[in-house]
Structure formats: C-alpha cells, structure tokens
C-alpha cells in the first residue's frame, strides 16, 4: 500500500527514458533504497545485488546474487543490462575501491572514493582530518600499543570510549564505565580476539556529554545537501544498555537538532569537511553520515563518520522523502547538485528494529518468519537479515526488520511501528520497546 503524502515527486529532467538502477547491499538501508527508487516516475527498474527477502517481493526490483565486493561482476551485469546509476549501499565496497573501479569502466556511480572512504575506513585517519580542519571532536589517542592504551586510559579515567580503528560493522565501539573495562577492552581489541584486523590500532576518546543525533547529507564534492535529521539507538538493550549495535531503532526528525544546531552542524563540520577533503585532493561525493554529540548548551562534536547512509537511519529518513532520489543522486555524480533542493514530509517517521535473540553476539539464523502480511497500513517493513527458503521468509542475520510507522503525532507514528511489530513472530526474536523515549521526555515537559 502507498500512502499519498509519501509519494516522490519525480523529476524526469535529468534523463528522457526510463532509468535502470542497481543497489549494491543486501540491509535494510538497501531495502528502503530500492523502495524509494522504485517509487519513482523516472525508474524503469531496480537491481540489487545480492538484496534480500524484502527487496526481492518490491515492485519493479529484482535480486541479482552478485557479493559486495565483486567489482567485476557488477560491472559486467552494469554494461549488459545498461544500468544508468549504481548507488553503493555498505561501507566495505566503499574502503575497497569501488567508485575506482565503476569510474574506469566509464559507470555513473554515487559513491565515494577509496581515499575519501578513510573517513570510515579509518577512524584515526578521520580524527586527525578533524584536528587538521578544526572540527569539533572528542580528544583522543590513536596506538597499535597496549603499553600506551593503558597509560592513556590511567591517565583520563572513567568512563572513556574504546573503539576500533577500522570497520566493525557498527560494533567496534566499547563505552567503558570503569577503568578495567576500558583496559580489557584495549586488550581484547589490540590482540585480535574482539573485531579481527578492525582492531589491531585503537583510538581511544574522552567520554562527551549529552544527546546524539545522526545528521545525513549527498554531496557532489562542493555542494551538500541536507537530508532531514535522527537518531539512532545503539545499545542493544532498554535504556541505553549493553553492548553496541548496528543500531536497534531510529526516528526522523530529531528534535535536538532545531535550526541553531542544524547551522551549527553545516558550519562547523559538515562544510568544513567538504572544503577539506577538496583542498587535500580526496574530493567527498556520497552520502555523508555524521554521528554527533549534541551538549546542553548545543555544542556540537562529531562523533564519527560513515560514507554511505546510515542504517537503521534510512528507513525513517527515506520513508518521509518527496523528491526524486535517482534525479538528486545523478545530479551530484554530474557535479550539479547546487541546482537541486529536496523535500521531506512533515510527518514523523519511526523505525524499531527486529533483531535475532543474541545478537550483537553469537545468534541463530534460519527461523521462518510470520506475519509480515498482517502489519498495519501505514507502517512499513523493510528487511535487513532476511531469506527466501522453500517459499517461506527466513531470518539470515543479526539485525532482522525494522518496521516503520508514519503520523503527524509522533506517538501514533511509534505505536504504528510496534503495532506492526505486533503481528511479526520468529523465535527468540528481540527488540528494544523504548524507541524514541528521549521525544517521550521532552512531550512529557
């Protein structure tokens, strides 16, 4: 079912045929790319590759197994089906070249390139960015030493954040409440036993007060533009509790970014940032994901960089998009982005993850999921560790679904989420019911 209020507005005057699109990914950030492509006037079909359960039953998609990483193949299938525009969902690819690789086989690709990925790939890379381009950030120290880890974690105190210098999927970041925490932390990091390679270099950070918040923009290597704003959930339990997660929920708009944070983001990273990365050669086209701590009085430090959208932000995000995302993204492939603006409906979006009993830890896949037919109009949901076995959706990873629900009231929106939640059984399924709590609090005041 559509709902009137969400339907793109289609701008077909960057192509005059039909487009072909291919999505590199296999989450729910993927699955609410394709939905939002699809939707669009000016798009023939959807590709991704490899998809998921959800992306395979969306009108105008199609699954096609080729693996992240195989540049080769999706290159070859982008020539023979004449695939206009490939979007590059997850980070690997992005650390692995791929905009390189698209670039010399004479592809539009939205997506940045290898040395610009640092900014993720990297998370020492993109705090000395910072200090070179004076953006506010966490002090910190960067070591492959666990003699120097702990003489810096002694010497700060508790609590203090450990993370792992490359990606880990979300994960790789421990906020210890003590300082033996913080050292075994280190330990397990440093020896490979935690997060492999990712965390064979550490950065550790001082501890930064306040509410985060996810701020999401496209960029054509000068120009931003600005998506609407989250906030995500990371701690996989109630209350900001246990370990951390690709992230378990997340809602659009955020209300701690009011338009004096908003200028106070653009002016003082996200331009910056952009004006950086030209002036030392590694110009940034993409999505550009800044995870930021948002203090009492509205200071604003970042608190990390992904270079591609945000999941679970993009469900929520996306779900409330009126222009056209194909035009925008070509738009800033062709480097034309300050000729466009984008829309958002007014509604709140939010979006609860469904996650397998266990996860971020050890966690079974292959139970047959129910209900997924009986979820509310006006919720959504898009699948992210989901299978097609014997005709039957399956579970296949950590992080299952992640319903949306949209409404002007923010806590209509909410319950239309869980309510769709409601009607979906697995075993040993999980999911956090305080979803949104900080809008709670500030309704409640």
Same mark, same amino acid.
């Given at each position: 079912m559509e709902w009137p209020w969400l339907l793109p507005v289609s701008d077909t005057s960057d192509t005059n045929s039909p487009m072909k699109v291919l999505i590199i990914g296999s989450g729910g950030r993927e699955h609410a790319l394709a939905w939002a492509i699809a939707r669009d006037d000016m798009v023939e079909h959807v590709f991704i590759a490899p998809g998921n359960a959800g992306t395979a039953l969306e009108p105008k998609c199609s699954n096609i197994a080729i693996p992240v990483n195989d540049f080769d193949a999706h290159i070859e299938f982008c020539h023979r089906e004449r695939i206009d525009l490939t979007i590059v969902g997850p980070e690997d690819p992005l650390v692995n070249g791929i905009r390189e690789h698209f670039d010399a086989a004479g592809l539009k690709c939205f997506a940045p390139s290898r040395e610009a990925a640092q900014l993720e790939g990297s998370k020492g890379f993109a705090k000395a960015f910072m200090q070179r381009h004076d953006i506010p950030t966490a002090a910190y120290l960067t070591t492959g030493r666990l003699d120097e880890a702990i003489a810096y974690i002694e010497a700060h105190g508790s609590p203090i954040v450990v993370k792992a210098n490359g990606l880990a999927a979300g994960k790789g970041v421990v906020v210890a409440q003590s300082i033996s925490e913080a050292v075994e932390a280190a330990t397990e990091m440093l020896s490979g036993d935690r997060f492999g390679d990712a965390g064979r270099e550490i950065v550790i950070e001082e501890f930064l007060e306040g509410e985060e918040a996810s701020y999401i923009v496209m960029s054509d290597g000068t120009s931003v533009l600005p998506f609407a704003s989250s906030q995500d959930h990371k701690p996989v339990f109630d209350g900001g509790l246990g370990p951390n997660t690709g992230g378990m929920g997340a809602y659009s708009p955020a209300p701690v970014v009011d338009d004096l944070v908003e200028a106070k983001i653009l002016d003082r990273v996200i331009r910056p940032l952009i004006a950086g990365m030209a002036a030392e050669g590694t110009p940034f086209q993409g999505f550009l994901y800044a995870g930021l701590? !948002? /203090?009492?009085?509205? $200071?604003?430090?970042?608190?990390? %960089?992904?270079?591609? %959208?945000?999941?679970? =932000?993009?469900?929520?995000?996306?779900?409330?998009?009126?222009?056209?995302?194909?035009?925008?993204?070509?738009? @800033?492939?062709?480097?034309?982005?300050?000729?466009?603006? !984008? =829309? %958002?409906? $007014?509604? @709140?979006?939010? &979006? #609860?993850? #469904?996650?397998? &009993?266990?996860?971020? =830890?050890?966690? =079974?896949? &292959?139970?047959? !999921? /129910? &209900?997924? $037919?009986? !979820?509310?109009a006006g919720a959504k949901a898009f699948h992210a560790g989901t299978r097609v076995q014997n005709d039957e959706i399956e579970t296949s990873g950590g992080r299952v679904l992640c319903v949306v629900g949209a409404d002007a009231d923010f806590m209509e929106a909410r319950q239309l989420a869980y309510s769709g939640i409601d009607a979906i059984h697995f075993k040993d399924q999980h999911y956090r019911t305080d979803i949104g709590y900080r809008v709670i609090e500030r309704l409640q005041h």
């Open positions: 701590m !948002i /203090s009492k009085n509205q $200071d604003v430090h970042v608190v990390e %960089f992904n270079c591609r %959208f945000g999941d679970p =932000e993009a469900q929520p995000v996306l779900y409330r998009l009126q222009s056209s995302l194909p035009s925008l993204c070509l738009a @800033a492939v062709d480097s034309q982005l300050s000729t466009k603006t !984008i =829309e %958002f409906d $007014d509604r @709140a979006a939010v &979006g #609860v993850v #469904v996650a397998s &009993g266990g996860y971020p =830890e050890s966690y =079974e896949t &292959g139970y047959t !999921i /129910s &209900g997924l $037919d009986q !979820i509310p």
